[in-house]
């Protein structure tokens, strides 16, 4: 038994070692893909569920390493620990306002850029500071550009009152993302100045079907007009799914029904053909 328990703690040990080792290779392949703007940006449409019109977009990041494109779930947290998403997040950021600037002067479309911000990048001290010199370094009206933070982001720092007020004060929104899956969503509601929620994919993906999720989604949305809040429903995949929710009074909805997250060529289409409509 001893035997065994000791080869049990080795092989512990082993797979430790080997997740030590593949972070830092991960870690040291993201600070050379910094250098060699190895990054790109996806952009996925966000609808309005009344019209049918383009509304905006959400900024989605990929790494590009040689044919493989890498998704953020896979060096984003990598990232955050090694503490290489402040510079992530500040060329996402800008790539993504620079983008809807584009947006706006070569297609004459007021669209809305959302680019999701990271607990760490939110807790950088001149995190406002540096939103507002990139907002005035790419002309964008600070209106047409929307931060997303999570539950957990605004819950971990003491300061996030102090924080959303000076974001607000330049003019842009903010919205809560994946909204419904933190701790104590409503404390966070009670005390914050915010503009929109975003439903989490998991409440939506078994409505109409589900009774349980259909209640929940119903709620969210009733809970956001009620305190004058847009709301948004991530991952809408089916027709069925969009009816339900335009039936609740969700204002917009993004997912793969509508179009999965674009390349440069393909948003290139994309915008051409709306423009053309
Ligand atoms: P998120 O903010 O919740 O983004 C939505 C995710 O759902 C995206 O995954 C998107 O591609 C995916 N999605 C959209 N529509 C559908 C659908 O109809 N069905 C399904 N199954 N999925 C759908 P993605 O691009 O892999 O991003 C994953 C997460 O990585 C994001 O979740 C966000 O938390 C994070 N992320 C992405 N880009 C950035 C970034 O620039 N900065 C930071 N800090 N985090 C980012
Ligand atoms: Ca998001
Ligand atoms: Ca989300
Ligand atoms: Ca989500």
Not at 21 to 26: F, S
Not at 134 to 161: A, K
Not at 270 to 275: E, M, T
Request: with cysteine.
């Amino acid at each position: 038994a001893k035997i065994q328990g000791k080869r049990r703690w080795c092989l512990f040990d082993d797979g430790m070692a080997d997740k030590v080792r593949l972070r830092m290779q991960t870690e040291q392949h993201l600070r050379q893909a910094m250098t060699r703007q190895a990054f790109e940006l996806h952009y996925q449409p966000l609808i309005a569920l009344g019209s049918g019109e383009l509304t905006g977009f959400e900024a989605l990041v990929r790494w590009r390493d040689g044919q493989q494109l890498i998704m953020p779930d896979r060096f984003i947290p990598v990232a955050e620990e090694c503490g290489l998403i402040h510079d992530i997040g500040e060329w996402v950021l800008r790539s993504a306002c620079i983008s809807a600037r584009e947006w706006q002067d070569r297609y004459q479309l007021p669209l809305r850029v959302a680019v999701n911000v990271s607990a760490r990048q939110f807790a950088a001290p001149d995190f406002v500071r540096r939103v507002g010199l990139i907002l005035l370094e790419t002309g964008l009206y600070p209106h047409l550009l929307e931060l997303e933070v999570t539950e957990s982001t605004l819950q971990i720092m003491e300061d996030s009152q102090r924080i959303l007020a000076e974001l607000k004060a330049l003019g842009v929104s903010i919205a809560i993302d994946d909204f419904g899956t933190g701790y104590s969503s409503m404390a966070l509601l009670k005390h914050l100045t915010i503009d929109r929620l975003k439903i989490d994919r998991s409440f939506v993906k078994d409505t109409p079907e589900a009774v349980r999720d259909c209640a929940i989604c119903r709620a969210i949305v009733t809970l956001a007009h009620s305190l004058m809040l847009s709301i948004t429903a991530e991952g809408v995949e089916t027709a069925e799914q969009s009816a339900f929710l335009s039936k609740i009074g969700c204002d917009t909805a993004q997912g793969y029904l509508f179009a999965r997250p674009l390349d440069a060529a393909a948003l290139a289409g994309y915008l051409a053909n709306w423009q053309q409509q």
